[in-house]
């Protein structure tokens, strides 16, 4: 199984909003709601900002949002700040052995 | 405090053993899937293996399969990796981490981290 292909990078000014996207296929992405986004840090454990494609946990700002349309996710990350500079993956899943895949990470960069 | 505090990665040789532990507080254990990810030195994140809340259900990445085996005690909220006959490709650091969904309704998703304990496989 692939892993779900996502931009290498992305940027935007403070303030702004970015928009990065998570590309599977109808096993995945497009064929479950099991989609979810983390935030990593260098040198630091992940961190949950939505899961079930659009779902928050608990201390997640609603600056940051999760969508889905067809085999594409989405997270969408409003008002920039530069504390959002960090990588990003997606995650789905994907039954059995490829339980849960990701995708290869995007560098967000708050110019 | 809700935690999960992983040990036992070092550096061992190819074809070597090693038994990771993640240790649980703060959370009802026995009640979430748990998860064990991994991240190779600059690289991106890797999912390696999942286990029900009973403990009676194990899924594998296809590289690990037949070499790791993950396991659990709900008596003593703590979850474990063994890894056999291991490859330079192992080398990563290790997460363990908990499914935010309880039992029944998992939801895939990882909502709790351990601070990550780093495997070396090299001679």
């Known amino acids: 199984q692939s892993a779900l292909t996502q931009p290498p990078s992305a940027s935007g000014s403070p303030g702004q909003s970015v928009t990065i996207s998570c590309t599977g296929t109808?096993?995945?992405?497009?064929?479950?709601?099991?989609v979810s986004w983390y935030q990593q840090h260098p040198g630091k454990a992940p961190k949950l900002m939505t899961y079930?494609?659009?779902k928050r946990p608990s201390g997640v700002p609603d600056r940051f949002s999760g969508s889905k349309s067809g085999n594409t996710a989405s997270l969408t990350v409003s008002g920039l700040q530069a504390e959002d500079e960090a990588d990003y993956y997606c995650?789905?899943?994907?039954?059995?052995?490829?339980?849960?895949?990701f995708g290869g990470g995007t560098t967000l960069t708050v110019l | 405090e809700v935690q999960l505090l992983e040990s036992g990665g070092g550096l061992v040789q190819p074809g070597g053993s090693l038994r990771l532990s993640c240790a649980a507080s703060?959370?009802?254990?026995?009640?979430?899937?748990m998860y064990w990810v991994r991240q190779a030195p600059g690289k991106g994140l890797q999912w390696v293996s999942v286990?029900?809340?009973?403990?009676?259900?194990?899924f594998y990445t296809d590289s690990v399969e037949g070499r790791f085996t993950m396991s659990r005690d709900n008596s003593r909220n703590t979850l474990y990796l063994q890894m056999n006959s291991l490859r330079a490709e192992d080398t990563a650091i290790y997460y363990c981490?908990?499914?935010?969904?309880?039992?029944?309704?998992?939801?895939?998703?990882?909502?709790?981290w351990g601070q990550g304990t780093m495997v070396t496989v090299s001679s």
């Open positions: 079930e494609v659009s």
């Open positions: 703060g959370i009802m254990f026995s009640s979430h899937g």
């Open positions: 286990i029900s809340a009973s403990g009676g259900i194990t």
């Open positions: 981490a908990k499914d935010i969904g309880i039992v029944g309704s998992p939801a895939r998703a990882f909502d709790i």
């Open positions: 995650s789905s899943y994907a039954g059995g052995n490829n339980y849960v895949i």
């Open positions: 109808s096993s995945d992405v497009g064929g479950h709601n099991y």
